[in-house]
Nanobody, 121 residues
């Protein structure tokens, strides 16, 4: 009922920038939460940044001051601007949303397919 399409991953040199985008579509009444997680093989998925209610943001300590999350409400899209990137930022990045569906009363969680981000010289 809800599809997430991620874009913007790739290879970047240390100190460079990338911008990830995630567009949600489907029978969406409202989006309560939009966030980005990342994961490396053998490690737990960790929250990178999130935006709740469209205005309240939260960042992992490791990315504060370098990453910025933003949301385009008209397009149901969330962006993650990543600057001053480090090799430690290398991971698969996943979009995560919590939505209320049209005609429903419950909230549902959805995940994107993941996009690889590699920071290397």
């Amino acid at each position: 009922q809800v599809q997430l399409v991620e874009s913007g991953g790739g290879l970047v040199q240390p100190g460079g920038s990338l911008r990830l985008s995630c567009a949600a579509s489907g029978s969406i009444h409202s989006i309560n939460f939009m966030g980005w997680y990342r994961q490396n093989p053998g490690k737990q998925r960790e929250l990178v940044a999130s935006i709740t209610g469209g205005v309240s943001t939260n960042y992992a300590d490791s990315v504060k001051g370098r990453f910025t999350i933003s949301r385009d409400n008209a397009k149901n899209t969330v962006h993650l601007q990543m600057n001053s990137m480090k090799p430690g930022d290398t991971a698969v990045y996943y979009c995560n949303v919590v939505v209320e569906l049209v005609g429903g009363v419950y909230k549902y969680e959805y995940w994107g397919q993941g996009t690889q981000v590699t920071v290397s010289s």
